[in-house]
């Protein structure tokens, strides 16, 4: 019984420990590593405020704060515990929490102020007690684990904003201070470290609206419900570039400037607040930016990429400025000023006193990086003066020219025209100059000098150049008395030629140029080529003769046609007087000597017969020259002399002269015809007996011809005997006996036949002797076969092959039986009709 008692005991005690365990079990809550627990009262606790949505401490709801990782005990019935898991936020993310329950945010206000103690929203009891407002919160949570109750807070993942290299961000706040009455963008505060502290940036005064600062290339944790963040790629300025920029924002620019003031210290327009804060104006800037890349931002600075200017070998650049000072009045150029660098610093420019409008100073070849919005350039060739020609300078801007003068007085150190500052300097004056150009290249000014090319001025062998001045001293009238009397035939008180001067006045020099090249200025002197050689004026009906052959009337009524030619000179020393008096070769001969020589011959004509002139040609030929040379004389120059080259008198003048001298002339003709006959006569004579010595010379050289062959003969035939004499006497005998007769008979046949030639050549001739020759030796050569006369094959047209070749040779050979001979030689031939 005792057992049973025992037992019954410890059941007792065992009923009463499973409601126990069932409460102990209930009342733990087991939380994991990556878990949170959220926690609500449901019972014995007092009531949330109105408006509330998560209860704090005794308060009945779901509780502010949640059980972290571990063992936690709750009374079951009163507390209920829902697990959740940790809030991770990755490296490329952000957290943007939103809260569902605080206090309300003030009127005009976005985001909800920052409280401290909640342990990046970990801890919502004290997130609410510190006084957390509801709705987005400008803090955010950087990557990591995060025990953050989702009843209270709302959270979303954002991503790292990135800036690469080659960009910037622009940004745009959505919450802050106004921004300033007319400004466009907010003013720079410190401390929001590139606006990812958003509390620090409102607490600084930071502005709503679009941003003065960027955000340079990196990482950023930034809050995109405050900042709006616009990616822009960084201003490059490439080699050979420029950057003009223009403000959107600043001061105004004062009063008559179209650029704004240069400010220190904005880093090349990349810290717009330092720009602003410096006073810088709004508007184009005088400041460009060189090669390189800018973090500018594109809102506030607008920035348009130009070309480098580049001025190649041979150009001159022109410079107009769009800002400055105001060009003096009276003149055409700004002045030149110092320090500006060829025009890349606008702003030396500027503050040197630099004049709007074109510039006096000019770009040579080279790169240059110049404001093309503060400076207009211009690209002209440069004056190129070649060889055998000169340049002739207008200056467009100087002092005015005298009242009498046309080409401006010179000037020095102006650099042949390079320098117009010099130029200017040194008052040089406006209008034609008389220093010229000589071949080369000039970077000249073009807005200031005007270049003319011309040609040299070339004066050849056999001629002078004389010089007409338009500038210099008026000559006194002493001179001019004394000029005259020098001159021949001339008296001081006519004063001939008075404007032939000295070197240095005005006038026509007295001292001529002599053969050579001369950079002349053509507007200052002007030359005039005289020809000092012998000058040829023809009056004659060719084509390329300068006057018609000259028509007077003779005594006796007869038109006469003289053509004339005239032949003068001018003295190299009377070259200036003849220029003054007549002006040109060309007037002289037009206007002088063409009326005077027309005149003179007519004056002769008409005091002789139209014959009578014409066979008197020499007397007035000597006439014309030595009027010619006197009144040319007057003129100075030198007729070498007049010569008449023909004569026509009229035709029907002329028949009877010609039919007189043609009967004369006749009579002579027949008078040396009939001498010429008689002598034709005798020398036929003579002909006849040198036709016969050819015959006589030949027979002559035949009997030499026999005589030799004689004795050669002989000679052969003793040659023979005495050979044979060697072979023994009686022999010898013999032979001798045989070789006399031989040689009596050869002797004899010699005789004969040379006696036979002799006789044949009196009677018959040379030539008939030869003929029967030839017809012996080609009768042999046919008898023995050596020449075939017959054909194997005849062709006839008609008859008997006998009437044409045998005929032929019938006539050939005379005296020779042809019949026979063919029947020696064989058969006729075959005869074809």
Known sequence: MP??????????????????????????????????ALIERRWFGSKMPQGRVVALGNEVGIQARTLGPGLHFLIPFIYLATKSMFTEILENEIGLIESVDGSSIPAGRIFAAVVAGHNSFQDGEAFIRNGGQKGPQIEILPPGKYRINPYLFKLTKGHVTEIKDSEIGIVESVDGAAIQEGKIFAQAVEGHESFQNGDAFIKNGGQKGPQIEIIPP???????????????????????????VESADGAAIPAGHIFATVVPGHNAFQSGQDFITSGGQKGPQTEILPPGVYRIHPNLFKVT???????????????????????????????????????????????????????????????YRINLNLFNIQIAPAAVVEANKIGLVTALDGIPLPEREYVACPVVGHNDYQDGSAFLTKQGQRGPQLDVLRPGTYYINPFMFSVAIDDVAVIERGQVGVIVSNVGEDPTE??????GSTQAGASIEEGKEKYVVPKGFRGIQEEVAGPGRYYLNRRAFMA?????TNITIDWDDQEDTRFDQLTVISKDGFPIQVAVKVVIRVRPDQAPYMVAKVGSIDNLIQHVIHPMIDSSFRNQASTASAMNFLQ???????????????????????????LICQIKLPEDLMQTQTKRIIAEQQQEMYKMEQKSQAERTEMEKMRATADQQPTLVASEIAVKVATQ?????????????????LEGTGEGKRLKAIGDGEASKIAAIGEATAQAYSKQQEAIGEEAIKQIKIVELIATAIENGKIKIVPDVLVSGGGTAGDGLMGQLARLLPGIDLNAMLKKQGAAPEIKG
């Open 218 to 244: 990196g990482n950023y944790r930034i809050n995109p419900y405050l900042f709006k963040v616009t990616k822009s790629m960084a201003t490059k300025i490439s080699e050979g570039e420029i950057g003009l």
């Open 528 to 532: 005039y080529i005289i020809d000092t």
């Open 616 to 642: 008197s040609r020499s007397e007035e030929q000597t006439k014309a020259e030595t009027r010619a040379r006197v009144d040319l004389e007057k003129y100075h120059v030198e007729c070498v002399s007049v």
């Open 3 to 36: 057992l049973l008692d025992v037992a019954l005991q410890n059941g007792g005690y065992l009923i009463l420990l499973i409601p126990v365990v069932i409460l102990i079990y209930q009342s733990v809550v087991i939380v994991g590593g990556n878990e949170i």
């Open 709 to 725: 062959k004689k004795t050669e003969m002989i000679t052969l035939a003793e040659g023979t005997a005495e050979a044979k004499a």
């Open 478 to 483: 002493e001179m001019k008395k004394r000029l």
């Open 305 to 367: 990429k130009a070309a480098a200017v580049v001025i190649a070998k041979g150009e001159v650049g022109m410079v107009t400025a769009q800002d400055g000072a105001p060009i003096p009045m009276g003149r055409l150029l700004a002045q030149s000023v110092t320090g500006h660098s060829n025009y890349e610093n606008g702003e030396a420019f500027l503050k040197n006193g630099g004049q709007k409008g074109p510039q006096i100073d000019v770009l040579l070849p080279g790169t």
